[in-house]
């Protein structure tokens, strides 16, 4: 009987450690789906384009507004910056897998030593700390938000590839699935309130972007030339609905935008773009 149990137990942690694995998967296949069958005339590589996938008159709009982008000023700004050597001689490209080239893609990861999500803006804070300078603040639009505004255009065409392995990183896919899914603020939404349940309807002038594809382009120009990162934007929807968000660069927010990313896997990145 004892060895019966035992081996229960065995085959028990064996099949939990397959669904642990498996369920991010899960996740994000059952979440494109519902949008297929929900919207089967509107192209899963087209959700990169958000909102205005679903809206033919705003997507002409957009594009001819790409063909003279009016932030570029701001993106060469970056590439100053990105260009300019840390106190160490070594300039980010250097410090970077790749040299920074075709990575934006594999973050948020899960560092295992670290046991935490590190973002791409944490990546280059460790350089930047390894150089001599000091950390810029994650949601700091002329210094972080800048560098990346370039920094980003050197991972175009990379398709999101977040990858979830092991129990730490399984502990910060849930807790950003969570929050994900959490309702807040007076109004009681969640993410998925708007991203999910309602995406592609109106909500006042504005059509809903769908959670698939949201994290694809960061950081966007809003108007013209206003720089928003995506952990920005996470800010700007809890006040929407008068919840006192997180800051950017916490746990709570790195751990959101790991579930979040990973929600666009397989979809090619494109930085930076416009949005109204
Ligand atoms: C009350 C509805 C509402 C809630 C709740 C909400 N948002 Fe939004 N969100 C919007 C609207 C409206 C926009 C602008 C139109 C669009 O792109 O969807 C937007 C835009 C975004 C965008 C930008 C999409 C793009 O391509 O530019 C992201 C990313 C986003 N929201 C993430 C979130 C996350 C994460 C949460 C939860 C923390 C959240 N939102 C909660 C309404 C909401």
Known sequence: MKKLLVALAG?????GAATVNAAPEDDRTKMVNTFKSKYPD?????????????????MSQYKSIMEF???S????????LWKTPMKSGKTYADCLPNGGKMIAGNYPMFDNAKNKVVTLEDAINDCRVANGETAWEYGDAKTMGLLTAYMRTLSDGMKMNIKVEGEGAMKAFEDGKKTY?????????SCASCHVDAAGNRLRSEILSPVVGQATHWPVFRGGDTLVTLQKRYEGCYRNVRHVPDKPGSTRFN????????????????STVFRK
């Open 11 to 15: 085959l028990g942690v064996l099949m």
């Open 42 to 58: 509107v192209k899963i590589e087209d959700y990169v384009y958000g909102a205005l996938a679903f809206d033919p008159d705003s």
């Open 69 to 71: 982008p009016p932030y």
């Open 73 to 80: 000023g701001e993106v060469d700004k970056g590439e100053k």
């Open 181 to 189: 899914y959490q309702r807040a603020g007076q109004f009681n939404f």
């Open 255 to 270: 751990n959101l935008e790991y579930f979040h990313s990973y929600l666009s896997n397989g979809l090619e990145m494109q």
